[in-house]
């Protein structure tokens, strides 16, 4: 939670803050010593990064709306 705040506070980026968050749950797991869990949670960040490729496109084309911007 505190990496997608922290990445949503500095962005303003919903999707990215979830894509980065998720990224690092793993490596965050792994490195409190839980590696097997890390590599249970590796399959599911992974469906969330190709669940997420619309945004994934929307943010490299600079499309992607910001948290309180209006549509």
């Known amino acids: 939670c505190l990496v997608w705040l922290l990445t949503a506070a500095t962005t303003k980026y919903s ?3 979830a894509l ?4 690092a ?3 965050a797991v ?5 590696p ?4 249970i949670i590796v399959p599911m960040t992974l ?5 997420h490729s ?5 943010l ?3 499309e992607e709306p910001k948290i309180g911007a209006k549509s």
């Open 15 to 17: 999707s990215l803050s």
């Open 20 to 23: 980065v968050a998720s990224v």
């Open 25 to 27: 749950t793993p490596i």
């Open 30 to 34: 792994w490195l409190l010593g839980a």
């Open 36 to 39: 097997r869990l890390a590599l």
């Open 47 to 51: 469906l969330l990064i190709y669940k």
């Open 54 to 58: 619309a945004n994934i496109s929307r």
């Open 60 to 62: 490299t084309r600079g």
